[in-house]
């Protein structure tokens, strides 16, 4: 097949790119022609079967470089429909077969910020043009029909869609993300856990817990922080991935905090660690829940989550109601530490499940309805 794929940058700390990196070098190795459409893409590896189309934006400021993509790659791909028998987008924009929601609703992620936050702040959202400019594309595209099928990457967002945005539940297919097993597997802690830990100044015997991810305030932070503080035994949390510091560091008085910046290697760091914990605010699938998992890690993850999906409680690790249930974070928390048996049998549990998300059977899924888009057509 010859496919198109639309996503505005690469950038390795970023989740959502790093999927669609991964998802088109499957779709290569496999032997489909793959035409990326992108303002720029750095990636790893150059295959044979990639073809990159730069798409004209403003990148001044995010507005305008969000306008200017959505726009020209409307009529870039609008004008190259007969090349290809699918286009798939990873961004808001307007001229597609497939619309992959990966970034779930940004109206969703408003209405759970807006709940935590201060009145200066709310101001602050409601006089900001980028999310409106958002909600428009995001309008544009459900509400104006601008796709042949949805792929929702949890059942979160397929209710989020629905709810917003009055979409039929038929036109949006769950297929839940894919993992190396290879790359994130518990063997990595021979090879790297040590090497780590050293790096960052903690011993062997130290209780870690890991945070990944970049966005700190969606992601919920400074929740897990608190939480940390307030286990009584010590604790050290390790941080990878981009986001505002300054008060996070302010807040940490007497367990370590470790912020490591965005690692190209992160599979070291879930080597490193004992948990994974992410009281995400809102969360459409996160693919550092699976990556957790495969690294035989339990998760401690919110209900906010899609990927609390498929975490089942007291197996896998738990799951807490909001990320504001600090006192529950930190009890589970507390539990690992004190119970290494428990820690154990849920390591196991948790690689046991990763092994169900392989992006061998996420590609099956996704070729199964490539198929029967084209089929549509003829």
Known sequence: MKIAIIRKKYTFHGGAEGFSSSFIENLANDGHEIHIFAIKWQADSRHKNIHFHKVPAITIISFFRDLSFAVSSFFLLKKKRASFDIIQTHDKTLYQDIYRAGDGCHIEWLKQRWKRTSVIKKASIILN???????????????????????????LVRKNIVDNYGVPSSDIEVIYNGIDTDRFHPDNKENYRNEIRRKHGLKNDDFVVLFAGSGFERKGLKYLVQA?????????????????????RHMARRQKIIFCGPQ??????????????????????GNVHLEALASGLPVITTKNSGASEIIKDDTHGFIVKEPEDVKDIAERIQMFVNDRD?????????????????????????????????????
């Open 342 to 378: 428990k820690l154990q049998s849920m390591s196991e549990n948790a690689r046991i499940l990763a092994e169900e998300f392989t992006f061998k059977k996420h590609m099956g899924k996704v070729l199964e309805l490539y198929k029967s888009i084209t089929a549509m057509k003829g």
């Open 129 to 155: 043009p980028y999310h409106w400019l958002v909600l428009w594309l995001e309008r544009m595209i459900l509400k104006g029909h601008r796709f042949k099928k949805i792929i929702a990457i949890s059942e």
């Open 228 to 248: 940390v503080e307030s286990v009584p035994e010590p604790v050290s949390l390790l941080i990878a991935g981009k986001g505002s510091k300054s008060k996070l």
């Open 264 to 285: 190209r290697d992160i599979y070291k760091y879930y080597a490193a660690a004992d948990i994974f914990v992410f009281p995400t605010m809102y969360e459409p699938f």
